[in-house]
């Protein structure tokens, strides 16, 4: 019996560690200013890889609506410029941020441009969609989306292709926003 209960501990303290281990990430923002999810502790999070020059670059507009509609509400869009697709994000940090400010009036928060897939896979995508990660695969493209819960666990994943405004999308954050 005590062997159970000393399995049952072990175990709850290494997923408590593993839950919370997202939100610790080291991350810079556009700025290059040292962040990390810690930083949106207690909201609801839409992790986006984006890119200035693909033929999804207008989901800044959705995303941008998404952020204004339930920003007050708890929740943030997170944009993570990624180049890793075609060379559609092959700006600076300063010309992206310029660009989603003046092209698409973008308010939420930007992110160092980093890589989602490959040998310099950042440590944040490792693990959203690594082997351990919590949906294992690559980004498919530009515009991959995570659901990311109030307690920093990674709550869905939505293709490229899936809008922000699909219902899907906006359903899932109503009842991330929702959940105690």
């Given at each position: 019996?005590?062997?159970?209960?000393?399995?049952?501990?072990?175990?709850?303290?290494?997923?408590?560690?593993?839950?919370?281990?997202?939100?610790?990430?080291?991350?810079?923002?556009?700025?290059?200013?040292?962040?990390?999810?810690?930083?949106?502790?207690?909201?609801?999070?839409?992790?986006?890889?984006?890119a200035s020059?693909?033929?999804?670059?207008?989901?800044?507009?959705?995303?941008?609506?998404?952020?204004?509609?339930?920003?007050?509400?708890?929740?943030?869009?997170?944009?993570?410029?990624?180049?890793?697709?075609?060379?559609?994000?092959?700006?600076?940090?300063?010309?992206?941020?310029?660009?989603?400010?003046?092209?698409?009036?973008?308010?939420?928060?930007?992110?160092?441009?980093?890589?989602?897939?490959?040998?310099?896979?950042?440590?944040l995508y490792?693990?959203?969609?690594?082997?351990?990660?919590?949906?294992?695969?690559?980004?498919?493209?530009?515009?991959?989306?995570?659901?990311?819960?109030?307690?920093?666990?990674?709550?869905?994943?939505?293709?490229?292709?899936?809008?922000?405004?699909?219902?899907?999308?906006?359903?899932?954050?109503?009842?991330?926003?929702?959940?105690?």
């Open positions: 019996m005590k062997t159970f209960f000393l399995s049952l501990l072990v175990a709850t303290s290494i997923a408590t560690a593993a839950d919370t281990s997202i939100q610790t990430i080291p991350l810079k923002d556009i700025d290059g200013k040292d962040t990390s999810l810690k930083a949106y502790e207690g909201k609801v999070l839409l992790v986006v890889n984006v020059r693909c033929g999804l670059t207008k989901q800044y507009k959705e995303l941008q609506a998404l952020h204004e509609k339930f920003k007050d509400q708890g929740f943030a869009v997170l944009g993570f410029p990624c180049n890793d697709f075609g060379a559609q994000e092959p700006g600076t940090n300063d010309e992206i941020k310029v660009f989603c400010t003046e092209k698409y009036s973008v308010s939420f928060p930007m992110f160092d441009k980093l890589h989602v897939k490959g040998a310099e896979q950042h440590p490792s693990a959203l969609t690594g082997k351990e990660g919590a949906f294992p695969g690559d980004v498919k493209w530009n515009f991959g989306k995570f659901l990311i819960g109030k307690d920093g666990k990674p709550l869905q994943r939505f293709e490229p292709k899936t809008t922000p405004d699909d219902t899907s999308v906006v359903s899932a954050i109503e009842k991330a926003i929702a959940a105690k």
